[in-house]
T-cell receptor, first 115, second 114 residues
Framework: DTGVSQNPRHKITKRGQNVTFRCDPI?????LYWYRQTLGQGPEFLTY????????KSRLLSDRFSAERPKGSFSTLEIQRTEQGDSAMYLC?????????????FGQGTRLTVV | QQQVKQSPQSLIVQKGGISIINCAYE??????FPWYQQFPGKGPALLIA?????SEKKEGRFTISFNKSAKQFSLHIMDSQPGDSATYFC?????????????FGKGTKLSVIP
């Protein structure tokens, strides 16, 4: 499968624990995005990488959230001291070089449940 | 304002009918308007997209109509089929360098009944 791969697919964690998600973009896609989607809502932009550089961050990305993309390949999204409000689907997308109208391909997401 | 407002929240259409979903935006810097289709348990997938230099774009049974002055755009699904049953999201992206984020609407759950 050459699509965007996200792991794990599901994560249940206790409030206060740290969690880390991984995203493997489509090979040679230099742009990578993280979005968050809560039930009944559209995806909300969190952050964007161009290669290994994090170029854009939403105000939704509080200081408990950190994202990295070492070497411009896979990316990780870490949430520290999780809260119940962090429960959501975390979506990763990637796109090749181009303008904002270059198609972004989404992964299937990681569903986080904080209990 | 970055908001994109989408309606209706849910839609039931008979097989063969026309499904119409509407979106409105506020930020005049938006100049890319894609529609995404999402099935349960899957990530969104690009369906069709338009830029404001055209008022309509058609791809198969899917058509986007765009009204720049009203800051509105809509998705029409002709000859709707049960396989079209999914959640549809409109989105908008800004012009200019430095920003690649899409702002999504809240989604429309479409059910096409036989």
């Amino acid at each position: 499968d050459t699509g965007v791969s996200q792991n794990p697919r599901h994560k249940i964690t206790k409030r206060g624990q740290n969690v880390t998600f991984r995203c493997d973009p489509i090979s040679e896609h230099n742009r990578l995005y993280w979005y968050r989607q809560t039930l009944g809502q559209g995806p909300e932009f969190l952050t964007y990488f161009q290669n290994e550089a994090q170029l854009e961050k939403s105000r939704l990305l509080s200081d408990r959230f950190s994202a990295e993309r070492p070497k411009g390949s896979f990316s990780t999204l870490e949430i520290q001291r999780t809260e119940q409000g962090d429960s959501a689907m975390y979506l990763c997308a990637s796109s090749p070089w181009g303008g904002v109208d270059t198609e972004a391909f989404f992964g299937q997401g990681t569903r986080l449940t904080v209990v | 304002q970055q908001q994109v407002k989408q309606s209706p929240q849910s839609l039931i259409v008979q097989k063969g009918g026309i499904s119409i979903i509407n979106c409105a935006y506020e930020n005049t810097a938006f100049d890319y308007f894609p529609w995404y289709q999402q099935f349960p348990g899957k990530g969104p997938a690009l369906l069709i997209a338009i830029r404001p230099d055209v008022s309509e774009k058609k791809e198969g049974r899917f058509t986007i109509s765009f009204n720049k002055s009203a800051k509105q755009f809509s998705l029409h699904i002709m000859d709707s089929q049960p396989g079209d049953s999914a959640t549809y999201f409109c989105a908008a992206g800004p012009s200019g360098a430095g920003s690649y984020q899409l702002t999504f609407g809240k989604g429309t759950k479409l059910s096409v009944i036989p």
